[in-house]
């Protein structure tokens, strides 16, 4: 009877960290959305969903408003004949993507998507990857991963995406640090020159700008996270030997600094050397943070599962921010990715993982905290009823990583506060 | 499977969700996987409402799969109705659930609700967002009102002629193209002419309020894509005529006055009058403080003035569902004078009427839904404006054409804050702005046809729409060029090969420059007639004389 939404006990997992998991209702994304970013990332990409309408209207409706003269994404939309007979969909789907391919011949590497109609009808699309992509090697990579809702929350897509492509990485046994998870491309530079300053290197960003452009991995490759999502990313890249390095993420000063010297000391970088690196960056950090600091200390969040980002940004929040964590939502929590992270939280902070949302409202509503962390599903309805919120997934699309970024991240917090204030009517 | 790019309807839970959200003390259980809660932001973020709409998903993940996910239904309607207390409650399937034939209309039926449960049968690989919610309007009125229905060939009683007619309108939902001021404007009109209004439904009625509906003497039919099925139900249930014409337009809201001055048998020849007598353009004070009493458009006094000329013959292509569009030919053609060079539609269920039109102007309805060949016949087409959905805005772009929206689907700056109807008098003024911005200015437009080399007014550039002659607009303009004179298929910009050259044509040096001299928006169709003028006559390289033979015997 796994299937009643049921409310556990909190469980013990470290000292202090009791976490409440719960089922029912979760007003979150599937991992199709993953879609939106990653096609801005690598712009010789496609990914092309096979599933119903009701995909297709959830990419358009997330990125629909963006007018676009060639479309990087596209559906094929399953019809009453595919469901009928297998065989026939199969072929189908080279139909489709034989047309796609016509007429796109930029494209360099096609995804195809897996949804929830495609794994619920168990269309083998690994399989059809490979045959599509044995036509027409070399000209296109053709890949396979599913961002259905069954399986993935949110940014769980990004990760199934970057878990299809570590088989096809180049192989090298070569030291190397290999920086894994989407940044925005300045946050990537800021990065790389940092990296250059204290001799860690060479550097691979994974995902590339270009999805042709695939770093190398093997022995001597070292994983840094630049994203807290990526659990079956990591455990392919380990099993193509390369060494993850656990590290709490880049958000906030502490944060950047505890994920480079991660890096710094696999590369036995001198404490000298590294202080000297991130010194400036470090000391505009702070000077820049503290006006936010000013408008959050010791405001009450309040932060809904969505994009596994919670911990870390709680973790920010409080330590950097000095706000009070009320409840600290995660769509799941992979402790191999999360413990470095939930170390940093003050003791006693309620985790929640997995959701029922009408619970978790009633909780947020009964806590009445000073800014609610939540989707856009949710965002208005609170703001109507009187709460500040953050819409969660602006922290998906902007460059929040890195030192120099720090305090814009405090000012997304700071923002619907200082628009509260601002505002007359 | 079909390769889809834009998709012009969600699927059709979606359009059962803009009838429970257009509606109080309604719920909607719908059993989806986890993700397809995202429908939850069309409502808080396109249509910008305050709270979330009354939908209760199941969430069902893999994992659950192997089990029953059948209780889960049974669990999500049991809280549903435990937590929101609904008067009516819909139970239904998305796309995913609709494979694992879990029937939760079926479960939540026997579970012994206290309130009348309808269970929705929503094909999601067949049908799509308008039928949704046409159907679910229609099963929650009939589910209502059938114990109500009086005995087959009951005759209606006369209305007594010293109370006024009674109207329902039927139709507006949530996510609907400007319901929210469509309707303000439609009791505007009604009031003018003595109507009052019995219930306006689904936006903002309750169970209850569906109840009074056969109060009324007749039903409007605002959007027939959502309310036929319902109003034809009406009509053989309880003898209530349907208004059909939709008053889009300054024609259309005139013969929607007159059918219902038939309809209900009352004197509109004041109204009629009005609408045709003032056509403000004189702006003395007391007929400026007349205009906030509606009573006429200022739209056809704006498109007769001399500024409008050079709209006369604009190529105009049309697409959208059935009701924006054929309002939008009309008035297209009779009240702005463009010329119609394109129209279809996505509303299969009205391709008829939208066939009618189009042949009426010579040309082949596009009834489709596929995105791609919507693309390729606008392409094919080259009009000087495009007016359609939120779709036909990446084509537009692509093609480097101004367009404006008539219909949905839409986004977020389509649910404007100011009074914006599309219906009605002021409608027509929101149409003569909306439709009129996105063309080049007749100025700018004679300039840029003069004097090609102006290093700010650049080709394709429209500065009042602000875009400075930058890459952008270059861009633009090199990308239609391109659009247009495509002859291979290397064109890697390009999705859809747009119309391909005639075989066995070639430009010669000196007709391509002369080509280039043709203004912007019609160098398409310009060079299509030439090239077609040259096959016709076996001519293999077309020369400047080429161009100007065809222009004189073709015209623009």
């Known amino acids: 009877m796994a299937l009643e939404p049921c409310t556990e006990l909190p469980v013990k997992i470290t000292a202090d960290i009791p976490v409440l998991k719960e ?3 979760r007003e979150v994304f599937c991992g199709l959305t993953g879609i939106v970013w990653l096609h801005r990332k690598m712009q010789d990409a496609f990914f092309l969903v096979v599933g119903s309408r009701t995909c297709a209207h959830l990419i358009q409706s997330a990125a629909g408003v963006m007018i676009f003269a060639e479309p990087r994404f596209g559906t094929a939309i399953l019809g009453e004949r595919d469901l009928a007979g297998l065989a026939d969909a199969n072929e189908e789907l080279d139909r489709v993507v034989d047309q796609l391919l016509e007429r796109r011949p930029d494209i360099g590497t096609l995804f195809l998507v897996g949804s929830c109609p495609s794994e619920v009808i168990k269309l083998d699309l690994a399989k059809a990857a490979e045959r599509l992509s044995t036509r027409f090697f070399p000209k296109v990579r053709i890949l396979n991963y599913s961002g ?12 199934a995406c970057l878990g299809s492509m570590v088989p096809v990485l180049p192989r090298s046994d070569e030291a190397g640090l290999m920086v ?3 940044l925005a491309d300045v946050v990537e530079d800021q990065f790389r020159r940092l990296f250059d300053k204290m001799g860690v290197g060479p550097v691979y960003f994974f995902p590339p700008r270009r999805a042709a452009n695939l770093p190398p991995v093997g022995k001597g490759t070292k994983l840094l996270l630049a994203q807290p999502f990526l659990s079956d990313t990591v455990r392919s890249l380990v099993a193509r030997g390369a060494t993850l390095l656990p590290s709490p993420y880049p958000l906030g000063i502490e ?23 991130i010194e400036p960056p470090v000391k505009r950090a702070k000077i820049a943070l503290d006006r936010y600091r000013q408008a959050l200390i010791g405001r009450k969040a309040f932060l809904f599962p969505d994009s596994q980002l919670e911990i870390p940004l709680a973790r920010f929040l409080s330590r950097e921010c000095g706000m009070e964590l009320v409840e600290v939502g995660m769509p799941y929590i992979d402790r191999l990715l999360m413990d470095k992270e939930i170390a940093l939280l003050p003791a006693g902070t309620l985790i929640s993982e997995g959701q029922d949302v009408d619970k978790q409202l009633d909780r947020c509503r009964e806590a009445r905290p000073d800014i609610t962390v939540c989707g856009l599903g949710l965002a208005n309805p609170l703001e109507a009823a009187g709460m500040a919120t953050k819409w969660s997934i602006e922290l998906v699309f902007s460059p929040i990583q890195g030192y120099d970024q720090a305090a814009d991240l405090a000012e997304l917090f700071a923002r619907p506060l200082e628009r509260r204030r601002r505002l007359t009517v | 499977m079909e390769l889809t790019l834009w998709t012009y309807e969600g699927p059709p839970h979606v359009g059962a969700m803009r009838i429970a959200t257009a509606m109080e003390g309604v719920h909607y259980v719908l059993h989806a996987p986890q993700g397809d809660t995202y429908a939850d932001l069309l409502f808080t973020m ?4 305050d709270r979330r709409p009354p939908v209760t998903y199941t969430t069902f993940q893999a994992r659950d799969l192997g089990g029953d996910t059948a209780e889960m239904v049974k669990t999500s309607v049991r809280e549903a109705y435990d937590r929101f207390k609904p008067q009516v409650m819909l139970v239904g399937e998305s796309c995913t659930a609709e494979l694992i034939q879990d029937q939760p209309g079926g479960l939540a039926k026997s579970m012994g609700l206290p309130i009348p449960v309808v269970s929705l049968e929503l094909p999601a690989y067949s049908k799509k967002e308008n039928w949704g919610a046409s159907e679910t309007l229609y099963h929650l009125v009939r589910t209502l009102l059938l114990p109500v229905v009086p005995a087959p060939n009951t005759p209606r009683p006369k209305r007594d002629p010293n109370i006024r007619p009674k109207a329902n309108i039927i139709g507006p939902t949530a996510l609907g193209f400007r319901c929210r001021d469509d309707i303000r404007e439609v009791l505007k009109l009604l009031a003018e002419i003595g109507v009052d209004v019995n219930v306006v439904a689904p936006m903002g009625s309750t169970p209850d309020d569906l109840l009074r509906i056969p109060n009324a003497d007749f039903n409007i039919c605002l959007y027939p894509e959502i309310a036929l099925t319902t109003c034809t139900w009406l009509s053989r249930s309880f003898g209530q005529p349907i208004i059909k014409t939709v008053p889009i337009g300054v024609g259309a809201t005139r013969d929607f006055i007159a059918e219902i001055g038939k309809v209900a048998d009352i004197d509109v020849s004041q109204a009629l009058a009005r609408s045709h007598a003032d056509t403000l353009g004189n702006w003395d004070a007391a007929r400026v403080s007349s205009s906030a009493e509606a009573g006429a458009s200022r739209l056809p006094w704006y498109s007769k003035s001399v500024d409008s000329t050079y709209l006369t013959g604009k190529r105009v292509f049309i697409f959208g569902d059935a009701t924006h569009v054929l309002a939008a030919a009309r008035m297209a053609t009779e009240e702005l004078g463009f010329t119609l060079v394109g129209i279809g539609t996505y509303s299969r269920e009205f391709a008829r ?6 042949k009426k102007h010579g040309i082949e309805a596009v009834i489709s839904d596929d995105y791609l060949a919507v693309e390729a016949k606008i392409a094919e087409a080259a009009p000087e404006l495009v007016l359609g959905t939120q779709m036909e805005r990446h084509i537009a772009k692509r093609l480097g054409i101004p367009c404006a929206v008539i219909s949905a689907p839409i986004h977020v700056q389509d649910v404007p804050a100011r009074y914006s109807p599309q219906m009605g008098w002021e409608g027509a003024n929101v149409i003569f702005d909306s439709w009129i911005h996105p063309l080049m200015m007749g100025l700018e437009e004679h300039l840029i046809g003069m004097f090609k080399e102006d290093f700010e007014f650049a080709e394709g550039h429209m500065s009042h729409l602000h875009t400075v002659p930058s890459q952008e607009s270059r861009r633009e303009s090199v990308a239609t060029d391109h659009a247009i004179s495509s002859t291979n298929s ?5 999705l859809t090969p747009v119309a391909q050259a005639i075989e066995g044509v070639t430009w010669s040096a000196d007709g391509e420059a002369e080509l280039k001299k043709i203004p912007f928006f019609v160098r398409g169709k310009i060079k299509r007639n030439t090239e077609k003028f040259a096959s016709d006559r076996g001519i293999t390289s077309i020369t400047v004389e080429t161009l100007y033979d065809a222009k004189a015997q073709i015209g623009q």
């Open chain 2, 46 to 49: 396109i249509e910008r409402r």
């Open chain 1, 255 to 277: 944060g950047t600094t505890a994920w480079l010297k991660t890096a710094a000391d696999a590369w036995n970088v001198d404490a000298s050397r590294f202080e000297e690196a």
């Open chain 2, 353 to 358: 009427e939208v066939r009618e039109v189009a």
């Open chain 1, 148 to 159: 259905s809702g069954i399986e993935t929350t949110f940014t769980q897509g990004e990760d």
């Open chain 2, 490 to 494: 290397s064109n890697q910009a390009v």
């Open chain 1, 23 to 25: 089922r029912g209702q």
């Open chain 1, 180 to 182: 894994v998870g989407s």
